[in-house]
């Protein structure tokens, strides 16, 4: 244990040893502008229309489920 630390800053120095990369390694390839270009080649977009016709539409109404989600758990005294 370093002198004149605390336990969130060795456990932050910990962490950040484990799991961001050093610059060497971000370097490496300098094409990669944003965290989306690095993971290109690993992630990818879903087209639902693909697998359900007209598509599922996952994205629609959202605001109003969770409106109506928030007012039944205030009826049911949850909130």
Partial sequence: MELGTTPELLVVDSLKEQFVASKSVSDQNGDHKTLADFLGDHIGVLSSGEYIKGGARMSEG??????????????????
């Fill in 62 to 79: 959202r605001g109003e489920q969770f409106t109506l989600a928030l007012l039944k758990k205030r009826e049911q005294g949850h909130l």
